[in-house]
């Protein structure tokens, strides 16, 4: 069994900042990638920031220069330092990790988090 929990988001004003984490935890024999989504009310979800298969970090363009991701792989955690936030920035932000899991069988699957609200608001 493979859990995934993203924890560190709030209610902030605007140009404040938030450090988002992500675990994942479990069965887990290798994780090959991680991502961050985010979906606003009414919205679908975007992807908003992620590594490439080259191990750099790429971001949404809405996003450059503000938000940062970065990994420590020897605790399966993932983070989203989110500066200079803006009210268009509100939403229910996911992580998605790429894995394949321990044991006889070992299956590769997406494995998405419950969500972490963040609000940015006056």
């Known amino acids: 069994q493979v859990q995934v929990v993203e924890s560190g988001g709030g209610l902030v004003q605007p140009g404040e900042s938030l450090r988002l984490s992500c675990v994942a935890s479990g069965s887990i024999f290798v994780i090959y990638n991680m991502a961050w989504y985010r979906q606003a009310p009414g919205n679908e979800r975007e992807w908003v920031a992620g590594?490439?298969?080259?191990?750099?970090?790429n971001v949404l363009d809405s996003v450059k220069g503000r938000f940062t991701i970065s990994r420590d792989n020897a605790k399966n955690t993932f983070y989203l330092q989110m500066n200079s936030l803006k009210p268009e920035d509100t939403a229910v932000y996911y992580c998605?990790?790429?894995?394949?899991?321990?044991?006889?069988?070992?299956?590769?699957?997406?494995?998405w988090g419950q969500g972490t609200q963040v609000t940015v608001a006056s």
């Open positions: 590594f490439t298969a080259g191990g750099n970090s």
């Open positions: 998605l990790v790429d894995l394949a899991t321990s044991g006889g069988t070992r299956r590769r699957g997406d494995y």
